[in-house]
C-alpha cells in the first residue's frame, strides 16, 4: 500500500511524486506512456510573464524562480536560460491591447514596463525595426522542454519514488481506508490519489463520477535547424500568439498557440498547413533574419483548459484523499510552485499560497469540498 | 494558394511518372510533384550539365529515363518539378513549397512514390570529409558525369556498387580498390534471380569483367572498419569478414553504402500500415495486388513502399495509376483487369531480380561491430555510441525518448540517417517483443526554405487567431 499514488506522469505529477516522496510519503508515479513525453515534454519551454494569465503571476514568479535554480532542488538540468522578454506591437490596436495587459500583469506583481521602439530595439537588435513599441519583462526565459523526462526521471529515482511507465490506469474506487487504483492487469492501493492527467483528466474524473469538461488545444510549434545568433531575449506579440527564442545551440523554436487539428480521445494531433505558414510569418515579422533559415521539424501537443480558463488544483469534492492538478494556463511555467503548494495540502500543512478548487467548474458543488484545506489526519 | 486535381502523384522516379502516365491514359486530371528539376528520380536521373547530356556511352538507365521524360513532356499531366513536398494531410491535401512559395494542392486520390534513401552501416571515422555514399556517387556521375575524388575507394554491398565501380572506371578514373561484404557464392545465388531479367544480367556481367580487365582490386567478403584522417580522408582500414585480417589502404576519397530503405515519412504521416521487412530495406507498406495502402484511396508504389528497384517500380507505378483510375470510375473493372494483366505478369518476373538484389542489399543485423563508444552515431547532432547507451541506462526505452534524452534525429536529417542504427542499438540492449521502435513522423519531411514557406505577405493578412484569455 502506497501512501500516494500520482496519476499522470507529466510535469505536475512528477513535480508532486518528487516533493511527497522528499516529504516522506512512499509514493509510486503511475504513466500511461512515457515520464514527460506530452504537454510537459513537448511544449516550447517558455518561462515567460507576458503570456501567463494574470491570476496566476504570483504562482509564475515563484516558480520562475524555482526553474532558474532548478539544479539545486530537482538536482538536473533542464536547460534553463533566464533572460529578457519582449511582447510588441506592430498596430495602433495592438499598442492598446498591450497596454492593457501590461497593466493588469504588473498589477499582479510581473515587472512588465511599456518602452519605447528605440529601447526595444536596444533590448533586441534582431528586431523588425517596423515595431511601433513593446512590454518588456526582466523575469523571462526558457527551459528545454524536452529535457523535462530526463531530469524528473533522475530526480523521482534519487527519491525514491517507485515509477511505473507505460502502465495505463483504467480506473479508482475506494476501497477500506484508501483506493483502489485499477490497471490492465491488477490494481494497487494508495492511501491518496493525485490525478494528473492533463487533458485526461475530463475521463479520468469521470471514474469518479464527476463531469468536468476540458477543452482540449492542439498546439503546434516549428523549430530551425541551428542557425547563427539572430536573437536574445524572448519575444512574443501583444495578442499572446506568437513565442519565439533562439536556444544555445543555435535552433529557433517557434509557436504560440497555433491551432492543429486533433482528438484526444484517439491521442491524434498533427500541424495543419495554414497554421505552420501563419506562425512562420508571424515569427519573421518579429524577427527579419529568420527569413534565411530554414524548418526541420514541427509538432504538436495537447494543452488542457477549463472553462475558465483558470487551473483546477486541489481536493476532489466527495472523495477524501483524492486530489487534482491542472489546466493550468501556462502550465509549464507555473508547474513546480503550484505541485509544491498542493504537495503542502497532501503532507496535511496549510499551501503556501491559494489552491484552484475545482468546486467553482461542477453543475452541483458538493457540501464536502466546504473543509478546505482538509482537517489533519 | 490551392489547386485540385482527380489524382497527385508525389516522385516522378519510375514508380511515380508511369503511375501519372496510367491515370492520365485513362482520362484522370494528374499532377505530378517532384523535389528535382527534372523527371528519372534517382536510378533514371536526367543529366544536368552540358557535358553529362553529350554522353553518349551505352546507358539503360538514361534511355529508359529519356523515354519516361519524352512521355511526361507529351502528356496531358500538370508537372510540379523544383517543388517539395513537405506535409500530407487525409484527403488528400498536400502541402509543397517552391520558389512561387508555398501552396497546397488537393485530390480524393494520392499515389506515393518517393522512392528509396541509402543505408550507411556506421564505423569508425565514417563522419570523416571525404566519405561520401554510393548514392551520391551514382547521382553525380549521372548529372555531371564526374565524380569527386583521385585516390577513391569504393565499399559497402548491392548492386549499386559494382554500378558505381564500373562508372567511375569509364571516367577515366581508377580506383584503388573495391571492398564487397558480399562473397562471390551471394553474387552466384544473386546471379540465379537475375536470370529472369537477361538485359540486367547482362549489364551487371559487362560491369564485372570491365573491372576485371581494368585489373582492380577487388576484396570480396570484406568490409571498410575505420577511415582514418582529421579534416580531410587519408586512408581506410578493411577487414575481411571471415578471417579478421586487416589491411590499411590509402585514399582521399572513399564511398560507401549499405543498401537502401524506404523513403517513407508520407507513407507514415497518413497512417498507411507497415510491416518490419529486413529484405525490402526495413519496413514496408501493405499494399494488396493494386498497389491499394490501408488508408482509402491512398497507392503505394516502387521502392518508397519496400525496396524492389527501379524496374519492378514502374510496373508497380503502371498498376498504382490504372487502380487509382479504376477507383476514382475512370476505368470499369473490366478495363481495369485487360489493362493490368500485361504489367502484373512482368511485375512477377521483375520482383524475382528484385529479390535477388535486396538479398546483396540487406542490412547486417549487428550495427556496431565497427563503432568505438566515440563514434558519432547522429551525424546532425553529433550523439556518440556512448551518448546513447547513457540515455538507454538513464531509461529511455523507445526512439523517442531517445530523441528527447540526447537530441538524437532533431537535425536537419530528423534521423532519415540514424533512426534505424539507433533503433538496432536500442532493441539490443532491450530484447524482448518489438513494437515500432521509429521517431514518430513529423512534418515537414525534408527542411524547407523559411522563405520559400512564408513567400510575400502583408503584416495584416496574417490571420493571427484571437488573444488568449487575460
Known amino acids: 500500500m502506497y501512501d500516494l499514488a500520482v496519476v499522470g506522469g507529466g510535469i505536475h505529477g512528477a513535480s508532486v511524486a518528487l516533493f511527497a516522496a522528499r516529504g516522506g510519503m512512499n509514493v509510486v508515479l503511475l504513466e500511461a506512456g512515457a515520464l514527460a513525453r506530452q504537454a510537459s515534454g513537448t511544449n516550447a519551454g517558455t518561462l515567460t510573464m507576458q503570456m501567463t494569465r494574470a491570476a496566476l503571476i504570483p504562482y509564475a514568479l515563484k516558480a520562475h524562480e524555482m526553474w532558474v535554480n532548478a539544479p539545486h532542488w530537482l538536482g538536473h538540468d533542464v536547460g534553463v536560460v533566464a533572460c529578457d522578454g519582449l511582447s510588441l506591437a506592430f498596430t495602433e490596436a495592438e499598442e492598446q491591447l498591450l497596454s492593457e495587459r501590461a497593466k493588469a500583469r504588473s498589477a499582479a506583481g510581473a515587472p512588465i514596463n511599456l518602452v519605447t521602439k528605440a529601447e526595444a530595439t536596444r533590448i533586441e537588435p534582431g528586431v523588425n525595426p517596423s515595431i511601433r513599441m513593446a512590454s518588456h519583462c526582466a523575469i523571462d526565459g526558457y527551459a528545454n522542454a524536452y529535457l523535462t523526462g530526463l531530469a524528473y526521471r533522475r530526480a523521482l529515482r534519487d527519491a525514491g519514488v517507485t515509477i511505473r511507465e507505460y502502465t495505463p490506469v483504467t480506473g479508482l474506487a475506494a476501497s477500506g481506508k484508501g483506493y483502489e487504483i485499477r490497471l490492465a492487469q491488477k490494481a494497487i492501493a494508495a492511501s491518496q490519489v493525485v490525478l494528473t492527467g492533463g487533458v485526461w483528466l475530463e475521463p479520468m474524473l469521470k471514474w469518479l463520477d464527476i463531469q468536468l469538461p476540458i477543452k482540449t488545444l492542439v498546439n503546434q510549434l516549428s523549430v530551425t535547424e541551428r542557425t547563427g545568433p539572430v536573437m536574445r531575449t524572448v519575444l512574443g506579440i501583444a495578442s499572446g500568439l506568437l513565442s519565439l527564442k533562439q536556444f544555445p545551440h543555435g535552433t529557433v523554436v517557434i509557436g504560440g498557440g497555433w491551432q492543429g487539428e486533433g482528438r484526444r480521445e484517439t491521442n491524434y494531433h498533427r500541424t495543419t498547413h495554414d497554421s505552420t505558414v501563419g506562425n512562420a510569418r508571424l515569427a519573421v515579422h518579429a524577427i527579419p533574419a529568420l527569413r534565411n533559415t530554414r524548418l526541420v521539424r514541427s509538432w504538436t501537443g495537447f494543452e488542457a483548459e477549463t472553462a475558465d480558463a483558470l487551473p483546477i488544483v486541489g481536493p476532489v469534492p466527495g472523495h477524501p484523499g483524492v486530489w487534482v492538478s491542472g489546466s493550468v494556463h501556462s502550465g509549464y511555467t507555473s508547474a513546480p510552485y503550484i505541485a509544491h503548494c498542493l504537495t503542502q495540502a497532501i503532507l496535511g500543512h496549510h499551501p503556501e499560497m491559494p489552491l484552484f478548487p475545482m468546486d467553482r467548474l461542477l453543475a452541483n458543488s458538493t457540501p464536502e469540498a466546504a473543509h478546505f484545506p482538509p482537517k489533519s489526519q | ?470
Not at chain 2, 491535401?93 to 522512392?115: F, H, I, M, Q, W
Open chain 2, 1 to 470: 494558394m490551392t489547386e485540385s486535381f482527380d489524382l497527385l502523384v508525389i516522385g516522378a522516379g519510375p514508380a511515380g511518372g508511369e503511375a501519372a502516365l496510367s491515370a492520365a491514359s485513362a482520362g484522370l486530371n494528374v499532377a505530378l510533384i517532384d523535389e528535382g528539376p527534372a523527371a528519372g528520380g534517382q536510378v533514371w536521373r536526367a543529366p544536368r550539365t552540358a557535358k553529362a547530356k553529350r554522353s553518349r556511352a551505352q546507358d539503360p538507365d538514361r534511355e529508359r529515363g529519356d523515354d519516361l521524360r519524352a512521355r511526361l513532356a507529351a502528356s496531358s499531366i500538370k508537372i510540379f518539378y523544383a517543388t517539395q513536398v513537405w506535409d500530407a494531410r487525409p484527403g488528400f491535401r498536400v502541402s509543397c513549397v517552391s520558389d512561387a512559395g508555398a501552396k497546397e494542392l488537393n485530390a480524393p486520390c494520392l499515389v506515393l512514390a518517393t522512392g528509396a534513401i541509402e543505408r550507411v552501416l556506421p564505423f569508425e571515422g565514417w563522419t570523416t570529409p571525404g566519405v561520401f555514399g554510393l548514392a551520391a556517387a551514382t547521382a553525380v556521375m549521372k548529372a555531371e558525369k564526374a565524380l569527386f575524388g583521385q585516390d577513391i575507394v569504393i565499399a559497402g554491398q548491392g548492386p549499386l556498387l559494382i554500378a558505381v565501380a564500373a562508372k567511375a572506371c569509364e571516367l577515366g578514373l581508377r580506383p584503388r580498390a573495391i571492398i564487397d561484404r558480399a562473397s562471390r557464392s551471394d553474387w552466384l545465388r544473386a546471379a540465379v534471380g537475375f536470370a529472369g531479367v537477361p538485359s540486367m544480367l547482362i549489364t551487371g556481367a559487362r560491369w564485372m569483367s570491365q573491372l576485371a580487365l581494368a585489373g582492380i582490386p577487388y576484396h570480396r567478403g570484406s568490409e571498410v572498419i575505420r577511415a582514418n584522417g582529421d579534416n580531410a580522408l587519408q586512408s581506410i582500414v578493411m577487414s575481411n569478414l571471415d578471417s579478421g585480417a586487416t589491411e590499411e589502404i590509402e585514399a582521399d576519397t572513399l564511398y560507401v553504402g549499405n543498401g537502401l530503405t524506404p523513403a517513407d515519412e508520407l507513407h507514415r504521416l497518413l497512417g498507411a500500415a507497415q510491416t518490419a521487412d529486413g529484405l525490402r530495406g526495413g519496413y514496408r507498406t501493405i499494399r494488396d495486388d493494386r498497389c491499394r495502402s490501408s488508408v482509402p484511396n491512398l497507392y503505394v508504389a516502387g521502392d518508397g513502399a519496400g525496396v524492389y528497384g527501379a524496374l519492378p517500380s514502374a510496373i508497380q507505378g503502371q498498376i498504382a495509376g490504372l487502380s487509382a483510375a479504376r477507383d476514382h470510375g475512370a476505368l470499369t473493372e473490366a478495363q481495369f483487369s485487360a489493362r493490368v494483366k500485361e504489367p502484373r505478369r512482368k511485375l512477377r518476373r521483375l520482383e524475382k531480380f528484385g529479390d535477388a538484389s535486396c538479398r546483396l542489399m540487406q542490412f547486417p543485423q549487428d550495427v556496431t561491430t565497427h563503432v568505438s563508444a566515440e563514434t558519432i552515431i547522429c551525424r546532425c547532432e553529433d550523439v556518440t555510441h556512448a551518448d546513447i547507451h547513457a540515455a538507454i541506462d538513464d531509461g529511455a526505452q523507445d526512439l523517442n525518448q531517445l530523441k528527447h534524452f540526447t537530441r538524437l534525429g532533431m537535425g536537419p536529417c530528423q534521423g532519415r540517417m540514424c533512426g534505424l542504427t539507433a533503433a538496432a542499438i536500442l532493441n539490443h540492449r532491450n530484447p524482448g517483443p518489438k513494437t515500432d521502435t521509429r521517431l514518430t513522423p513529423r512534418a515537414p519531411v525534408r527542411p524547407i526554405e523559411m522563405n520559400q514557406l512564408i513567400g510575400d505577405f502583408d503584416y495584416d493578412d496574417i490571420p493571427v487567431p484571437k488573444p488568449a484569455p487575460l
